[in-house]
Antibody, heavy 121, light 107 residues
Framework: EVQLVESGGGLVRPGGSLRLSCAAS????????MTWVRQAPGKGLEWVAN????????YNVDSVKGRFAISRDNAKNSLYLQMNSLRADDTAVYYC??????????????WGQGALVTVSS | DIQMTQSPSSLSASVGDRVTITCRAS??????LNWYQQEPGKAPKLLIY???SLQSGVPSRFSGSGSGTDFTLTISSLRPEDFATYYC?????????FGQGTKLEIK
C-alpha cells in the first residue's frame, strides 16, 4: 500500500525556518518524481515544487524561489522541503504527493495527509 | 505562468443530477489536464488524468473531456459522496497550476 506521511509542521515566527519531511512507503520511491502542494486556510491548491527521481532536477513556483528548497534522500525514502524566510502568506497545509507519468502526462496519484505550517508572531 | 479558470465557482445540485464543471487554460495545454476531488479536511484525490483517463478505482460516473484550452468534468448521476470541491490542474509546464476550485453543494 502506498503511503506518504508528512511531518515537521508547526508554528513559526515570520522570518523563521522550518523543514518538512515526507516519509514514503509501499512503492519504489527512487523511481518517482515527487511534489509539494500547499493549501492556505479556506483557499485553493497551489503547486509549490517538484524533484526528479535522482534529485538532479528541481522546479518551484516563483513565490518561493530563493526561500524554499526541495530535496530528497532515496536511501531513506524521504522527501524534504526546507522553508526559510517564512512569511504570513506561507501559512498553509503542505501536502507531499507522488508524481506519476502516463505517456508523458504527469499527474499526482497519491497524496499525504498534510502538515500544517502556521507563520505568525 | 498558465492560468486555469474554472466555472462555476460553486454549484448546487441534487442527488441523481448530471453536472458539468468547466476548466479553461490561458494557453493551449494539449491534454495535460488533471481533475481532483477534495472533501473537507482531507487530501485531494485524483479522478481524471490526461484530460480523459479515469484513475483506477474511480467510479465510471466521472468522465473528462477536452483538449487545447477547454476541458470539462462530468458527473453523470450525482451520489451523496460526490458533494465536495473539484480542482483542475495543468501539467503541461511548471508551475503546475490549479484552477480555483468548484464547490459542489447539495440543493
Amino acid at each position: 500500500e502506498v503511503q506518504l506521511v508528512e511531518s515537521g509542521g508547526g508554528l513559526v515566527r515570520p522570518g523563521g525556518s522550518l523543514r518538512l519531511s515526507c516519509a514514503a512507503s509501499g512503492f519504489t520511491y527512487s523511481s518517482y518524481w515527487m511534489t509539494w502542494v500547499r493549501q492556505a486556510p479556506g483557499k485553493g491548491l497551489e503547486w509549490v515544487a517538484n524533484i526528479k527521481p535522482d534529485g538532479s532536477e528541481k522546479y518551484n513556483v516563483d513565490s518561493v524561489k530563493g526561500r524554499f528548497a526541495i530535496s530528497r534522500d532515496n536511501a531513506k525514502n524521504s522527501l524534504y522541503l526546507q522553508m526559510n524566510s517564512l512569511r504570513a502568506d506561507d501559512t498553509a497545509v503542505y501536502y507531499c504527493a507522488r508524481e506519476r507519468y502516463s505517456y508523458g502526462h504527469p499527474y499526482f496519484d497519491f497524496w499525504g495527509q498534510g502538515a500544517l505550517v502556521t507563520v505568525s508572531s | 505562468d498558465i492560468q486555469m479558470t474554472q466555472s462555476p465557482s460553486s454549484l448546487s445540485a441534487s442527488v441523481g443530477d448530471r453536472v458539468t464543471i468547466t476548466c479553461r487554460a490561458s494557453q493551449s495545454i494539449s491534454s495535460y489536464l488533471n481533475w481532483y476531488q477534495q472533501e473537507p479536511g482531507k487530501a485531494p484525490k485524483l479522478l481524471i488524468y490526461a484530460a480523459r483517463s479515469l484513475q483506477s478505482g474511480v467510479p465510471s460516473r466521472f468522465s473528462g473531456s477536452g483538449s487545447g484550452t477547454d476541458f470539462t468534468l462530468t458527473i453523470s448521476s450525482l451520489r451523496p459522496e460526490d458533494f465536495a470541491t473539484y480542482y483542475c490542474q495543468q501539467s503541461y509546464t511548471t508551475p503546475h497550476t490549479f484552477g480555483q476550485g468548484t464547490k459542489l453543494e447539495i440543493k
